[in-house]
């Protein structure tokens, strides 16, 4: 899902991006899978309504990472909090768990349209970014669709230390 790729403006994202965050409470936002390249989606708005960090899932499937995000921005808005360790059940077998965004993290294009919102006061979230990933477990078992989301405390223990970023992955060679 590219906007800006089917003719919007970068003004425009940013104006539709601060009207579904002052109709909705947040907006996703994100970038469809490409070769070599996972796609993305992210909350732009939970930290700015609900002093909740905002949340960030990699799924090729950007449609599928859209409608979690705003299941649980929902959930969110209804006064759920989400934390590092929590594991969702997604139903048909498909769970997620959250886990913290490493600090390095929060300055990359993932969260390009966080800062580009906060440096044009599009919308005013706090100085600091805080963010929450959600890491499918079972992405290909959960087709329909996040609404029927269950959290399960206590979790599966979350890492001790955040995973690594794709591009650290082992690299299977062709024998």
């Given at each position: 899902?590219?906007?800006?790729?089917?003719g919007?403006?970068?003004?425009?994202?940013?104006d539709?991006t601060?009207?579904?965050?002052?109709?909705?409470?947040?907006?996703?936002?994100?970038?469809?899978?490409?070769?070599?390249?996972?796609?993305?989606?992210?909350?732009?708005?939970?930290?700015?309504?609900?002093?909740?960090?905002?949340?960030?899932?990699?799924?090729?499937?950007?449609?599928?990472?859209?409608?979690?995000?705003?299941?649980?921005?929902?959930?969110?808005?209804?006064?759920?909090?989400?934390?590092?360790?929590?594991?969702?059940?997604?139903?048909?077998?498909?769970?997620?768990?959250?886990?913290?965004?490493?600090?390095?993290?929060?300055?990359?294009?993932?969260?390009?349209?966080?800062?580009?919102?906060?440096?044009?006061?599009?919308?005013?979230p706090?100085?600091?970014?805080?963010?929450?990933?959600?890491?499918?477990?079972?992405?290909e078992?959960?087709?329909?669709?996040?609404?029927g989301?269950?959290?399960?405390?206590?979790?599966?223990?979350?890492p001790?230390?955040?995973?690594?970023?794709?591009?650290?992955?082992?690299?299977?060679?062709?024998?």
């Amino acid at each position: 899902m590219c906007e800006m790729c089917d003719g919007k403006s970068f003004q425009q994202v940013l104006d539709d991006t601060r009207d579904h965050v002052r109709r909705f409470g947040w907006a996703v936002r994100g970038v469809q899978a490409e070769e070599g390249r996972p796609g993305w989606v992210c909350t732009v708005g939970l930290l700015d309504s609900y002093e909740h960090p905002e949340l960030v899932v990699f799924d090729d499937d950007w449609f599928r990472g859209a409608s979690l995000l705003n299941a649980l921005g929902r959930a969110v808005r209804d006064g759920e909090e989400l934390v590092p360790g929590d594991h969702l059940c997604l139903g048909e077998g498909a769970a997620a768990h959250v886990v913290d965004v490493h600090p390095d993290h929060l300055g990359t294009e993932v969260f390009a349209m966080w800062h580009n919102v906060r440096r044009v006061g599009t919308v005013t979230p706090p100085d600091e970014l805080l963010a929450h990933q959600v890491v499918l477990l079972h992405p290909e078992a959960g087709q329909q669709g996040p609404d029927g989301i269950r959290l399960d405390r206590p979790a599966a223990p979350a890492p001790a230390t955040p995973p690594p970023p794709p591009w650290e992955w082992p690299r299977l060679r062709a024998g």
